[in-house]
């Protein structure tokens, strides 16, 4: 089993939709959750940062941890074709090692 | 890219022959690291730096060494590259003082192909 699991997708919405990527994790240590959004060809990314649980908003991003459960969420409100990438997410313990999840395609059509 | 070259961008090798590839930073960040990217396995840290001289191996380091003898560059060498080792590199840093050390920043990708 992998320490944390991403869905691949591809995942398919239209414009305006919100979106939610999520990924679980089976290491109860981890504190600092990351997303990196990834465009074809294109280095990743930082796109949120988290500490332990709880929301972090910014503009039309929300990522949220749910510690007792093992899960992250991203959630994209007024979905743009611009957002049309893989997102990644990360995560470590105090260190320097990230852990990434293999990352979920997510495409918007107008 | 936060400041971040890779050099080159892509390369075609065949099996046997050595390959370097390089990673310059203008950010004057600590840590600095190698990660490859393939389909089905997302981002696997090969090996990281956490100051001039000073090198650990990460999760898939067989086949790989590195050097950094400036704050600025990180070299990966594949010492005789096989077709396993077609990949997409990326070159990260992080430490920027005032930053978490695990916020990482990552550079635009080298894309390997070993016939």
């Known amino acids: 089993q992998k320490e944390v699991e991403q869905d691949p997708g591809p995942l398919s919405v239209p414009e305006g939709a919100i979106v939610s990527l999520n990924c679980t994790y089976s290491n109860s240590a981890f504190q600092y959750f990351m997303w990196y959004r990834q465009y074809s060809r294109k280095g990743p990314e930082l796109l949120m940062y988290?500490?332990?649980?709880g929301n972090k908003e910014d503009g039309r991003f929300t990522a949220q941890v749910d510690k007792s459960s093992k899960y992250i969420s991203l959630f994209i409100r007024d979905s743009q074709p611009s957002d049309s990438a893989t997102y990644l997410c990360?995560?470590?313990?105090?260190?320097?090692?990230?852990?990434f999840g293999t990352g979920t395609r997510l495409q918007v059509f107008p | 890219d936060a400041g971040i070259t890779q050099s080159p961008r892509h390369k075609v090798t065949e099996t046997g022959t050595p390959v370097t590839l390089r990673c310059h930073q203008t950010e004057n960040h600590r840590y600095m690291y190698w990660y490859r990217q393939d389909p089905g396995h997302g981002l696997r840290l090969i090996h990281y730096?956490?100051?001039?001289?000073?090198?650990d191996k990460g999760e898939v380091s067989d086949g790989y060494s590195v050097s950094r003898s400036k704050t600025e560059d990180f070299l990966l060498t594949l010492e005789s590259a096989t077709s396993s080792q077609t990949s997409v590199y990326f070159c990260a840093i992080s430490g920027s003082p005032g930053l978490p050390v695990s916020e990482q920043f990552f550079g635009p990708g080298t894309r390997l192909t070993v016939l």
């Open positions: 988290t500490y332990s649980s």
């Open positions: 730096s956490y100051g001039v001289k000073d090198t």
């Open positions: 990360a995560m470590t313990l105090n260190t320097d090692k990230l852990i």
